[in-house]
């Protein structure tokens, strides 16, 4: 019997396409479809990066190219060849390493045979009118959402807290490439060997604000920085690491991170513990623990424990006896729209009921800081019902918390994802 023939890789652009679709059709999460993908496909590096960047960008500029895409068609398109229809268009807009005629010809050749032509002739008349869409400046959140491709119903959120002109600034950041954001792990290298190291590879970074952080002035897969899998460096939003730096840990403590998948933040408290002391960083999902887990063990952390808890609810022994406890909230996650493109166009009618159990968990926390101790409280949104709106009620119900640290970072003025902490301390 002769050898089955085997079936032709599929290209970077085809695998694009189905993973767009599972988005759009059946809701599944990108990174996590985007992952399993990578895993399936022997992919080269330069086709990684392509199927990564198709994905996440066409997923980021969904309403921005369903606007162009309504303007030149004509009738009604069916959502598969809409797929179809962003995925070139954003090559062509976006992609300036792509020819237009190969990104009009690869992606024709993606589309049944019976819409070939009408997906030919839309992508062609896009390339003679490219210059006609140019975006004004947004007057209301109807053209704020087409400008930056996010829901109306956030754009009116954004207005309402920041007024026209700061939403539009924010949202306009949330457009660039966010960059990529390293800590030091300062119990095997310090910041100043492993930038040497870094310039040795030809990767070009600087330190950043936070004491052992580091910025990379380009984005590239983290796993391929030297020393990545040996445990020097992980990787950390500068936002983050100052929250984390507010929280002040110090060697011989007894730290909660009460909500702390994936762990970035317990990692960071360790390091500064100098791996002495105790860590406990618990998290409602059970699943997602071994993530921190395997972190520590990589990171050669030995006093992190992990637990499944809900952070609601107070475990009596450890009530009155941390030196510190951060929480950082479940949270709309309107602050990372940079990263998670997907989030652009959640339902907003969730944040409503966010406030009530982020304000649970901060008083369960709180009920763990011992006299003289600190406490954190944070979240990765710009919304103030989440952040302010959360920690003023409870500072007026606490008098016996001082704050000593409340900040707002946001990718316009910061370059940082949009993150709020709120570090308290207890008389």
């Not at 049944?112 to 030919?120: A, E, K």
């Amino acid at each position: 019997m002769g050898e089955k023939m085997q079936a032709a890789p599929k290209s970077p652009r085809a695998l694009a396409l189905e993973l767009l679709r599972d988005w759009a059709e059946k809701g599944q999460y990108p990174n996590i479809a985007l992952d399993h993908a990578l895993k399936r496909n022997a992919l080269g590096g330069p086709d990684r990066a392509l199927l990564t960047t198709l994905v996440y960008g066409v997923i980021e500029r969904a309403l921005t190219l369903d606007a162009i895409i309504d303007t030149l068609a004509d009738r009604e398109i069916e959502p598969a060849v809409r797929d179809i229809l962003r995925l070139g268009i954003y090559q062509m807009r976006y992609l300036d390493r792509i020819p237009a005629h190969a990104a009009v010809n690869e992606t024709v050749a993606l589309a049944p045979r019976r819409v070939r032509g009408f997906v030919n002739a839309i992508l062609r008349s896009y390339g003679r009118r490219a210059a006609e869409f140019v975006f004004a400046a947004p007057a209301d959140a109807a053209s704020m959402s087409v400008a930056y491709s996010v829901s109306e119903p956030i754009c009116a959120a954004f207005i309402e807290a920041f007024g026209l002109e700061r939403a539009s600034s924010i949202l306009a950041a949330f457009g660039k490439n966010p960059p990529l954001n390293l800590r030091v792990n300062t119990l095997r290298v310090s910041r100043e060997d492993y930038l040497a190291r870094l310039a040795e590879a030809e990767i070009e970074a600087s330190p950043c604000g936070v004491h052992s952080g580091i910025r990379l002035a380009g984005s590239m897969n983290p796993t391929e920085l030297p020393g990545f899998s040996a445990g020097d460096c992980f990787v950390q939003d500068e936002a983050s690491q100052r929250c984390v730096a507010a929280l002040g840990a110090q060697a011989g403590e007894l730290v909660l991170d009460l909500c702390a998948c994936p762990g970035a933040k317990s990692f960071g408290a360790a390091i500064d513990m100098e791996n002495c002391g105790r860590v406990i960083s618990a998290d409602l999902h059970e699943n997602k623990l071994s993530l921190i887990a395997a972190g520590a063990e990589r990171l050669g952390i030995s006093i992190i424990e992990t637990a499944a808890r809900d952070a609601r609810l107070p475990v009596g022994e450890l009530v009155g006896r941390a030196d510190r406890v951060i929480c950082d909230v479940p949270c709309s996650g309107l602050g990372v729209l940079g990263k998670k493109p997907d989030l652009r166009y959640k339902s907003i009618d969730a944040v409503g009921r966010l406030p009530a159990i982020q304000a649970a968990i901060l008083e369960t926390a709180a009920g763990y800081v011992r006299a003289g101790g600190r406490l954190v409280y944070s979240t990765c949104t710009l919304l103030p019902a989440e952040n302010a709106g959360v920690t003023g009620p409870f500072l007026a119900a606490h008098p016996e918390f001082t704050v000593i640290e409340e900040r707002t970072l946001a990718p316009d003025t910061d370059g940082t994802d949009g993150f709020y902490y709120c570090a308290m301390e207890r008389r």
